[in-house]
Every structure is written in structure tokens, then in C-alpha cells.
């Protein structure tokens, strides 16, 4: 829900206005609210102060539909009460559900549809009148509109916000915060949200308590295992998708790790469930996508572990960084192969495909929802990526890479997945139902409820909850599920269960290819700007001969002179220092040859060496650390 408010000089009717639903809806909001403040009312954000309330309404999805349905209900309370004189309702739900809104909610004093918000004014005076207006154009009319929209976001970015409210409150100071900035950013920050002068606090990025690992292996789940059993305690795996997650959690299991996977795909429930397991100790590794991250901050964490590169610094510094936040020593690792590197490069590829391929892929979407040329505005269409793919023989991340850059382009809206609620429609006529019998007495109490919980079951598709039918018939959610299931086959109802389906919103009008036009903000600039930051990442992995540290300090503008001494390449240097190259690979070579024979002691295996006692110890202390040996029950064992 969104209340827009800003404060008029001129007095008429003191006017609330709710909106509600997706980017369009705002936008049609907005230009409502200049028509509004035009007439001279003030529009307030206080729901007791309002005698005029209007919400633009919007049943796109389940949880829209209900939230719509309760705001209204809620406003008509207030009219009931008196503080309110006048109730508006616009929006699609009061184009689809006109006729149950008016016979349903005798309060709604005017209702316009999707098409008719041009309207808004006249709605007012007949409704201060007392008179009840209705206006409901053609989907596909499109409003004159002369007057000036009150913008209440600012471009394609919300924080922009700020920037206008400035304008309006001057004296009023601003705070930008931020955990990862580098210095361009910061610049670019105080910029766009117009600072008067560059004033910037900031915190060392140096977290000495974590060390920074980078582990060059080719079998980076026997990594894993070992370095999980030679770590103690509450761990993160990062992984680049969903299906690795499951995986790398089974391996995991298997072994005797209690696991559990997190990724945007799971109902959030389930994902607050696991959350919660890992928390509270039950689970220890926690493997997951870059979905798990925010407002995740357990103390504890002892390690971080990344099997995939992250495609940048400052993605890297966040999720590494939330091992360690209790003071207490904690790593942060990376594995990393030889593959990494071009796998790196690729994802440039795959991000900014090339200007003809996202050319192409806008032109199959017109295909594939046979649109024709001109038609589309304000057009809402459910999309299956794999579907698609498959149709037009594409890879569906360069396809889902290509629609987004349509969408910074302004071409269309490409919604990430959203969770649509379960549906169902009675197929037969209340009286036939009636009739029905030998359903069961599970099946029966289950129709009763529904009935009891939910109108127009016979009349449209109604939004439904499993979990809340299965508190009130006492079945489980798998019961419900199968019954339904099987009431759908015997043509007794329409149950369509829950699904997460992304949608295409087109916000122009399907135009030809030649007037199809990709600026160079949003491709050619972020394109450098991706590069810019792979490379950084690929620096950081390859390098080995400075600080991790000092690296990313640096990466994010801190002058840092001094080593941190626990990262990889410190301790590697550490080992070194005081042996030539040659010297170290001979005591090296004549300890991993004695170890092949047998376990020993250090102690046996200084003696047995022919070299300063010294150096074969910080030889020992190097390959363990380097994971090359392991310590067990005392002994020197070679790792395998």
C-alpha cells in the first residue's frame, strides 16, 4: 500500500488517496492527484482527517485482490463512522468487480474503472453532490489528460524520492547510509540526492577477526568436506543457482552434516522455517543462493564459504561478511578453479547480450503473445521462460538478461516471480452440489468450509488458502490438496493450486525494431561498469602476492599499509620469508615422502630432515594451513 500525500495551500475537501497494486497503478495515481490538487484539494495522509478517500484498487494477483478487498472494507468503516463523507474506488478490481462492490458495499459513494480515472474529478463533485456516479470506458480507451501528474517517485529508482522532497523541505537534513560503496558510488550518491557539500563518514572496512581464504582446488566438494570438518561451527555456502543448493545440501547430509538449502524459490514459509532452524543451532551449514543475505545476522558464523565466484567485490565483502560478528575468529573462503575464470566471463556475455539478440528476443515476445503492432499498452501477460526458450530455441539466462534490459529501457515491466494464491470455481450449480452424494465426510467438510470462508465461489475464480481451510477442517494441507484434486476430476470444481509465475507489463505499445531504441545508460554504461567489476573479482582470485585485505580496502577506497597476516597470501608469505624457493620445495618434498610411509610426529619428522629445525616447522605450519597436511591424534597425516 502506498499513501500518497503532499500538503496544498488551497482548502476544499481534505482528500486521502491509496494506491494500491503495480507501477502503472501508481502512474495512474499520480496523474489523479494532479487533477485533484488542480481543483484546489488538499490532500492529507491521515485516514481520520480525509473526508474524501479514494483507492485505486488492483486484483492482479491474489494478495493484491485480497489487500484491495480489506482496504476498502476498512475505508467503509470509516464512512460508517462519519469521519469520512466521501468513498471512491478506481482501479481493475472496480473495473472487474464493479457490480458486487456496488451491491455489496453501499458505501462506495463513485466508482471508476481501469480507463475512466480522468473522471476523477467530476466522481468528486457528483459524490459531494450525493449523488452515486459509475463510469467504466473501454479497456482499451486511453484518457485525455491535459493536466500536470504529481510525481511521487523520482525516475527509475525510489530513493530518488529524496531528491524532489528536498526541494519542498530545504532546511531538512539528510543521512545516506550504506555498508559497501565504493568511492564512485559515494560521489554518485551525494549527487543524485543533491548534497550541498561533500560531507562523507566512513567506517574502516577492515574486519580483523576474518581471514581471507582463496583455495585453488579442482575438487572443490572434497574441499568442502574438509574444511567444514576441520572448522567447527555455524557455516554458509554460497552457490551461483538453485539446483547446486539442493545438491551441495544432500553431499552435505550425507556426510553427517546436518544441512539445509535457501533459495528465492521456496514459499516463505518454508524459507522462514529453515531460517529460523539455522538460527537457533538445529542446522549448521546453511547452503544458499545470494537470496540469502538480507537482514541475516547470526553472530556466530564461523565460516563463509563461496563455491562460486560472486560477480563482484562488493557482493563478495556483504555475504562474506556475515561470518565473524561476534568479535571471534571466523574465515571467509573461496574455491576456486581454473573454469572459474572463463564461467566469469561469460556472465558478461550473458548479462549484456548483444543489442541484435534482445532485438530479436522483444520481437519473438510479440510472436509468442501475437501482438499486434501498435496494440500492447498497459497489456499484462503471465510468462513462462522455459515456454519460451523452448519455442524459440533461446538459453533462459540471456533471454531473462535481454527482458530486463527492456525494462530499464521502458519498453515493458519484467516482474520477477510472484506468488500467485491458490484458485478455485464451483463448476456446478449451487443446487446440483446439493445433490452430490458419497463425496466423503472429509471432501464434505472441506466444500462447507470453503463455502463459509468464501463468496462468488460460483460466479468467478476465488483466492483460496490451504493453510487456513486446514485449520478449520482439522485435514492437513496434503489432504485438502488431493481432495481438491480429485474433485476437479470428477468436474465438481476448478482448482487451480498456488504456483510462482513471473508477468510481462508493457508499458508501450509494440513498436517496429527500427524505432526500438536501447540508450547508452542502460547497456553500453552498466555494460562497463559489470566489466569493470568482474575484472576486480578475477584480480582478486588470481592475485598472489598481495594482502586480501589490502585488496579489497583498496577496492573500496581505504588506504590500508599494513598486511593483515592471516589471509592466504600472508601466510604463505609468512611460510617463505626466511627460506629461498629452492630450500622450501626440498624441505617441503623430503616431508611429503616420509609422510607417505607413515604418520609422524613433527618432532619425528624434524629429525628425520636435514634442515634448520625452524624452517621445517614454518614448512609444517604452511601446509597445513594450505590444507596440503592435516594434524590427527598428534600426527602428521597427508591430506587426501
Known amino acids: 500500500m502506498i499513501l500518497l500525500s503532499l500538503r496544498r495551500v488551497q482548502n476544499n475537501m481534505k482528500l486521502l488517496f491509496i494506491s494500491l497494486g503495480c507501477d502503472k497503478n501508481l502512474v495512474d495515481s499520480e496523474e489523479m492527484l494532479g487533477m485533484l490538487a488542480a481543483d484546489g484539494h488538499e490532500i492529507v495522509d491521515d485516514e481520520d482527517e480525509a473526508e474524501v478517500i479514494i483507492v485505486n484498487t488492483c486484483c492482479f494477483i491474489g494478495d493484491a485482490k485480497e489487500e484491495s478487498v480489506n482496504t476498502i472494507l476498512e475505508m467503509a468503516e470509516k464512512k460508517k463512522a462519519g469521519t469520512c463523507k466521501v468513498l471512491i474506488v478506481t482501479g481493475c478490481m472496480a473495473q472487474r468487480y464493479k457490480k458486487e462492490i456496488s451491491e455489496e458495499i ?16 467530476k466522481a468528486v463533485k457528483e459524490a459531494q453532490a450525493g449523488r452515486h456516479f459509475e463510469e ?10 491535459s493536466g500536470k501528474r504529481m510525481l511521487t517517485t523520482g525516475g527509475h529508482f525510489a530513493y530518488l524520492k529524496i531528491a524532489e522532497i528536498r526541494e519542498l523541505l530545504p532546511e531538512v537534513p539528510v543521512l545516506a547510509l550504506t555498508a559497501t560503496a565504493t568511492p564512485e558510488v559515494v560521489t554518485d550518491i551525494q549527487a543524485r540526492l543533491k548534497f550541498r557539500e561533500g560531507n562523507v563518514f566512513r567506517m574502516s572496512f577492515e574486519r580483523k577477526n576474518l581471514a581471507y581464504i582463496v583455495r585453488k582446488t579442482d575438487n572443490k566438494t572434497k574441499e568442502i568436506l574438509y574444511i567444514l570438518q576441520r572448522i567447527s561451527g555455524s557455516a554458509i555456502i554460497y552457490v551461483r543457482n538453485r539446483r547446486r543448493t539442493k545438491e551441495i545440501t544432500e553431499l552435505l547430509m550425507n556426510e553427517g552434516i546436518t544441512a539445509d538449502f535457501y533459495h528465492a524459490g521456496l514459499d516463505n514459509a ?8 539455522w538460527q537457533s543451532g538445529e542446522v ?14 547470526k553472530p556466530d558464523v564461523r565460516i563463509v564459504l563461496h563455491l562460486d565466484l560472486p560477480d563482484s567485490p562488493e557482493a563478495y565483502f556483504q555475504e562474506a561478511g556475515r561470518a565473524g560478528r561476534d568479535g571471534e575468529k571466523a574465515y571467509a573462503v573461496i574455491l576456486y578453479s581454473k573454469s572459474d575464470k572463463t564461467t566469469l566471463h561469460k556472465r558478461v556475455v550473458d548479462t549484456f547480450p548483444d543489442k541484435e539478440y534482445i532485438l530479436n528476443v522483444y520481437e519473438h515476445l510479440q510472436y509468442y503473445y501475437q501482438m499486434a503492432m501498435g496494440d500492447g499498452f498497459q497489456c499484462i501477460r503471465e510468462f513462462n521462460l522455459e515456454e519460451f526458450c523452448r519455442k524459440f530455441k533461446y538459453f533462459p539466462v540471456p533471454v531473462d538478461s535481454a527482458l530486463k534490459i527492456l525494462t530499464q529501457a521502458g519498453y ?7 506468488d500467485n494464491s491458490s484458485r478455485i470455481l464451483f463448476t456446478i450449480r ?14 464434505e467438510a472441506l466444500i462447507q468450509s470453503i463455502l463459509r470462508s468464501y463468496t462468488g ?10 493453510e487456513s481451510l486446514a485449520i478449520r477442517t482439522g485435514l492437513t494441507r496434503q489432504q485438502i490438496y488431493n481432495i481438491l484434486v480429485t474433485l476437479t476430476k470428477r468436474r465438481i470444481v476448478d482448482y487451480i493450486p498456488r504456483k510462482k509465475t513471473p508477468y510481462i507489463i508493457y508499458t508501450r505499445e509494440r513498436l517496429e525494431l527500427r524505432f526500438l531504441h536501447i540508450p547508452p545508460s542502460v547497456y553500453e554504461e552498466r555494460k562497463a561498469r559489470y566489466e569493470a567489476r568482474i575484472k576486480a573479482m578475477e584480480e582478486y582470485v588470481t592475485t598472489e602476492n598481495i594482502c586480501r585485505s589490502r585488496m579489497l580496502l583498496r577496492y573500496f577506497g581505504e588506504k590500508n599499509e599494513h598486511n593483515c597476516g ?10 617463505t620469508d626466511n627460506l629461498s624457493e629452492k630450500s622450501y620445495e626440498e624441505v617441503k618434498r623430503q616431508i611429503l615422502n616420509l609422510l607417505s610411509h607413515s604418520p609422524l610426529t613433527p618432532a619425528e619428522t624434524a629429525d628425520q630432515i636435514k634442515a634448520e629445525k625452524e624452517d621445517i616447522g614454518q614448512v609444517i605450519r604452511y601446509l597445513l594451513d594450505e590444507g596440503e597436511l592435516k594434524m590427527q591424534d598428534g600426527m602428521l597425516h597427508i591430506s587426501k
Not at 106 to 121: H, K, N, R
Not at 430 to 443: F, P, S, T
Not at 457 to 466: G, K, L, Q
Not at 566 to 575: E, F, G, I, W, Y
Open 106 to 121: 453501499p458505501e462506495v459513494d463513485a466508482i471508476l474503472g481501469t480507463t475512466s480515472y480522468g473522471d476523477i474529478s
Open 136 to 145: 467504466y470506458k473501454s479497456i482499451d480507451f486511453l484518457p485525455d489528460i
Open 270 to 277: 518454508v524459507k522462514d522455517l529453515r531460517q529460523k532452524r
Open 284 to 297: 549448521r551449514v546453511m547452503v544458499a543462493t545470494n537470496a540469502f543475505g538480507m537482514g541475516i545476522d
Open 412 to 418: 515493458l515491466e519484467y516482474t520477477d516471480e510472484q
Open 430 to 443: 449451487r443446487d446440483e452440489l446439493y445433490k452430490l452424494r458419497e463425496m466423503g465426510k472429509e471432501a
Open 457 to 466: 465461489v460460483f460466479t468467478d475464480y476465488a483466492y483460496i488458502s490451504e
Open 566 to 575: 592471516q589471509c592466504d597470501v600472508c601466510l604463505s608469505k609468512r611460510a
